[in-house]
């Protein structure tokens, strides 16, 4: 069995930059130890899994195997703690240009942090600010009066509603998807990066989203919160790929567009509700839809922060993004009883016009607009081939959806396609 120090040596000797460096004349370790370590590495399995595990952590070379000195001769670089951190770090990435890019603004990061983010604690409003004060002496007639405008809202507008907040409080994963993010991510839980610094704040404010619909669907008596329940606890165990791939130019892609959807949507559903006499209701969308908008523009510049320093790199990743299609966060609910409560629940946000093909073709025209991809200059020709298909993709989205929607509203002789919601007692809802 090798000793820790001898393990830890021939990891480094693994990260030099070539063979060549072995052959230095002026080292003082001769080439029969390098050969050794060589033929160690090849011919056991054993110890190069354990050196596969020393090259992931920060090692130490024992004196008593090779000095700092030999080791610089040998390898050609310098040896300390960050040094070796860092050549590590390059190399394990996947993205390893994305990343230097990322980090390569984090001054505009801290200036989301502190700008865009609201503070935390008493300054910063809760759910609590627009609910029925449970301590207070009139806390049933504030109960009752929530109820009563709650009333009037169609089982149509609660089943979105549901859907929105279902989609909230799937929170967790959200966080985990932005810790994948390479050069982004929180890996110890304090990161004191102002990447690390956002992540947590931005996942602070959305916390109060779910907190809040969720209470108000409680007070409002008209759901079944046990179904409503176990669809969240689906929801978070089936997780979400949202194809980011731990690339951080997809991810920003991905939350640009994303949390401008989350915005349209919280915004209609205010609308509808107000139309429905439910002013309470209203004001709480409206409230969460605002701070969706805030991260949009936070998102969005960190976008733009990527396209001033690397335009093809983010152009190609936003091309092939939307020759796919834009995930939901939602896709995998289910309600444990009906495969199908995704599409149901699309299906009525699309026919109230909460959230709907012709949204999808205005965020991505919205997109190409706030990064002015037209007038992008010094592309290369794959990026040009990037822009032009970008610059011309909203309007035949656009096209597209309104064929799509025009049709659906068609008259035929088909019974209405109504579906069954447990969320509000199977009662039924026409879907499209």
């Not at 919160?225 to 791939?245: D, Y």
């Not at 976008?303 to 966060?329: A, H, N, T």
């Not at 190409?368 to 822009?387: A, F, N």
Request: overall charge negative; hydrophobic content about 35%; some cysteine.
């Amino acid at each position: 069995m090798m000793s820790n120090g001898k393990l830890g040596f021939l990891a480094f000797m693994v990260s030099c930059d070539s063979v060549s460096a072995l052959t230095n004349p002026a080292s003082l370790l001769s080439h029969q130890r390098a050969t050794f370590a060589k033929n160690t590495l090849v011919s056991s399995k054993s110890v190069g899994s354990r050196v596969g595990c020393a090259l992931r952590m920060s090692a130490t070379v024992d004196p008593q195997v090779v000095t700092t000195k030999e080791y610089s001769d040998i390898c050609g670089v310098e040896f300390t703690e960050d040094e070796m951190n860092k050549r590590l770090e390059r190399t394990n990435f996947l993205y390893p240009k994305h990343v230097e890019v990322v980090t390569d603004f984090d001054d505009v990061v801290n200036e989301m942090v502190d700008g865009v983010l609201l503070e935390t604690g008493e300054k910063s409003w809760q759910p609590q600010d627009y609910l029925p004060d449970m301590t207070a002496d009139s806390w049933l007639e504030e109960v009752q009066e929530l109820r009563d405008m709650a009333s009037d809202i169609p089982d149509e507008v609660m089943v979105v509603l549901v859907g929105d907040m279902v989609t909230e409080e799937a929170l967790p994963t959200y966080q985990t998807l932005l810790n994948t993010f390479e050069g982004c991510d929180d890996p110890i839980g304090t990161t004191d990066s102002p990447w690390a610094k956002w992540s947590r704040g931005w996942t602070s404010e959305e916390n109060r989203h779910g907190d809040l619909l969720n209470k108000y669907l409680y007070l409002s008596g008209r759901c079944d919160m046990r179904s409503i329940e176990v669809t969240i606890q689906h929801l978070i165990t089936s997780g979400f790929n949202p194809g980011a791939q731990k690339d951080p130019y997809r991810g920003f892609v991905y939350t640009s567009f994303q949390e401008r959807a989350t915005k349209v949507s919280h915004g209609n559903v205010a609308k509808l509700a107000r139309k429905a006499g439910d002013k309470n209701l209203s004001r709480l969308c409206a409230k969460i839809a605002g701070d969706e908008g805030r991260h949009e523009r936070a998102y969005q510049q960190f976008s733009e922060e990527i396209l001033k320093r690397d335009p093809d790199g983010l152009l190609e990743v936003f091309g092939e993004m939307m020759r796919g299609q834009i995930v939901m966060p939602a896709e995998l609910m289910t309600d444990g009883k009906n495969p199908m409560l995704y599409e149901n629940f699309s299906g009525v946000a699309q026919r109230l016009g909460v959230y709907t093909a012709i949204d999808y073709a205005d965020i991505i025209k919205h997109l190409v607009q706030r990064w002015d991809l037209e007038h992008l200059e010094g592309l290369s020709p794959e990026g040009e081939k990037e822009q032009q298909y970008l610059c011309r993709l909203p309007e035949r989205y656009r096209k597209l959806a309104e064929r799509s929607m025009n049709k659906k509203k068609k008259p035929n002789d088909d019974e209405p396609n109504m579906k069954p919601f447990s969320w509000i007692f199977d009662r039924e809802v026409l879907v499209d």
